[in-house]
């Protein structure tokens, strides 16, 4: 019995130790989770191209762009006022372009790691626009959903 996954440092070494697909895989299933603050379609489809265990490389280079596009329209729609939803909105494109990144192309040092980050802020930000002062349990999500898929693997 492996031992479960419970904190970043945890999460992080775990995250380290998969290889492309499986990182593809488990980004998938933490941007899935926060899916629901998005309506932008460039970020469902990558998440489906993040899924798909023959997306080429063209394929992903594609829903990354796309994903960085919808990250630079939903920033712009946040505005002067800051709109929590938008920014919301943002976030969960941010980590669906992390997630789908090719080798390399992605800015941020640990694509992994902006994914998990970028989870938790856009759930931050929904807490915010809903004017909720309850905890973010996305870390706490996170480590479900990492135990679940080690322990299916």
């Given at each position: 019995?492996?031992?479960?996954?419970?904190n970043d440092t945890e999460?992080?070494?775990a995250l380290k130790k998969l290889d492309r697909m499986?990182?593809?895989?488990?980004s998938a299933a933490f941007v899935e989770s926060v899916l629901h603050l998005s309506s932008d379609k460039r970020v469902a489809n990558a998440i489906d191209v993040a899924r798909n265990r023959d997306s080429s490389d063209d394929e992903l280079l594609a829903a990354y762009k796309a994903a960085r596009v919808a990250t630079v329209d939903s920033r712009t729609r946040c505005g002067a006022d800051c709109n929590w939803e938008e920014q919301a909105a943002h976030f969960v494109a941010r980590a669906s372009a992390a997630?789908?990144?090719p080798?390399?192309?992605c800015k941020a040092a640990d694509p992994p790691?902006?994914?998990v980050m970028s989870c938790r802020m856009a759930q931050n930000c929904a807490l915010i626009a809903a004017d909720d002062d309850s905890?973010?349990?996305e870390s706490e999500n996170q480590y479900r959903v990492i135990n679940d898929y080690l322990d299916s693997q």
């Open positions: 019995m492996m031992t479960k996954i419970s999460l992080r070494q499986q990182l593809r895989e488990v997630m789908v990144a080798e390399g192309v790691w902006q994914v905890a973010n349990d």
